[in-house]
């Protein structure tokens, strides 16, 4: 008896995706509940575990587009002790084996994955992935990857968000010293009431709640001709991950405390991590953080995530010379980026709204007390 290996529903709108990796190789014996292969969507990468135990036949490889409800492969029921033997007796004489010996483990299956550059794998999957079931195809001096539905999916709203939106992009930069002398005083009492570290973002989120709290016009969004007002503060954060930029969000941030955001960030890095990221956990933003600092970046113009009209950058912290009080001093500086949709967001709402970020940051205390 065979059971049909199906690409299941993954998520509202989402009607195909790619196969970029099969964890298990065709004749492999799979459990119930083994993960058989990683399905990458233009939302999220999921994992497609087995229903049943037996032997896995491939139908598509990795990969292939394939479309919610697809055949994929086969789990033949029953034959999960003759599938091992193959490879064993194989070895020793490969000119004496009997036809119906290699046939237990056919060679000829994962031949349609090189036949032409569409079926190769994502280029953002990790290359020991890639390796396993997809050869890159080698064309000279280069290597042409598919792009993954994910990078496909950022591509087209990028260019979406330069073409539809208006982007400006105002600057400013925030002294550190504060939220850094805070950090350094109260992390190891933070830690061990909490269980995890105190970072900067969330100090950035708490401020970016307060300025959309005191500029209410850059919490909007346009949907066809209707200007949207909302009233609820989910604040999308940027993640790097090997499959593409992702913004997962953080549900309303106002009524969360430092530890309760801390807490939200390290458990949607993890997810990233590993792949779990699901559509639910990136809906619904009302504004962006990016931390390009991450990387060295000291400034950059970050682009809006439609369709919120606004995006704060964050930047590498450096030491430069200011002047404090009428003398120069040595402080930790961040430039700060805000860009934002000027069809909606006036350039007095903008600066004002960088502005209370600013100083949110460099007094922490108002975030305490919500001045």
């Given at each position: ?362 007094q922490p205390s108002r975030l305490l007390l919500e001045v």
């Amino acid at each position: 008896m065979s059971l049909e290996v199906k690409i299941p529903a993954v998520g509202e709108s989402v009607t195909s995706g790619m196969i970029s990796a099969w964890l298990k190789n065709d004749g492999d014996t799979v459990a119930s509940g083994d993960a058989l292969l990683t399905l990458e969507t233009d939302k999220v990468s999921t994992e497609i575990t087995a229903d049943a135990g037996g032997v896995l036949r491939i139908k598509a490889p990795a990969g292939a587009d394939v479309k919610i409800g697809e055949v994929v492969g086969t789990i033949e029921e029953g034959g999960a002790s003759a599938a091992p033997a193959a490879p064993k007796s194989a070895a020793p004489e490969p000119a004496a084996e009997a036809p119906a010996k290699k046939a237990a483990k056919p060679e000829p299956a994962p031949a349609p994955v090189v036949q032409t550059p569409a079926a190769v794998a994502a280029a953002n999957e990790p290359l020991a992935v890639i390796s396993e079931n997809v050869a890159p195809v080698a064309e000279g001096r280069m290597t042409r990857k598919r792009l993954s539905p994910l990078r496909r999916k950022i591509a087209a709203q990028l260019v979406m968000a330069q073409h539809t939106a208006a982007i400006l992009t105002t600057f400013n930069e925030a002294d550190m010293s504060a939220v850094m002398t805070l950090r350094k005083a109260m992390g190891e009492d933070f830690l061990k009431q909490h269980g995890i570290k105190l970072g900067f973002m969330s100090f950035f989120i708490k401020a970016v709640v307060a300025a959309l709290k005191a500029v209410p016009q850059v919490n909007v969004r346009v949907e066809g001709e209707d200007l949207v007002q909302n009233h609820f503060y989910d604040i999308g954060v940027a993640v790097g991950t090997e499959r593409g930029l992702m913004v997962p969000v953080i549900r309303d941030a106002h009524r969360k405390s430092f530890a309760e955001i801390e807490r939200d960030l390290v458990a949607f890095a993890g997810k990233a991590r590993d792949g779990k990221i699901g559509a639910d956990d990136l809906a619904g933003g009302v504004f962006t953080i990016s931390n390009g600092g991450t990387y060295g970046s000291l400034l950059s113009t970050p682009i809006l995530n439609p369709p919120q009209s606004g995006i704060l950058g964050m930047h590498k912290i450096q030491e430069r010379p200011v002047v404090v009080d009428g003398a120069i001093a040595v402080r930790p500086m961040m430039y700060l980026a805000m860009s934002y949709d000027h069809r909606v967001v006036d350039g007095r709402e903008a600066v004002t709204f960088l502005v209370r970020v600013k100083e949110a940051i460099e007094q922490p205390s108002r975030l305490l007390l919500e001045v």
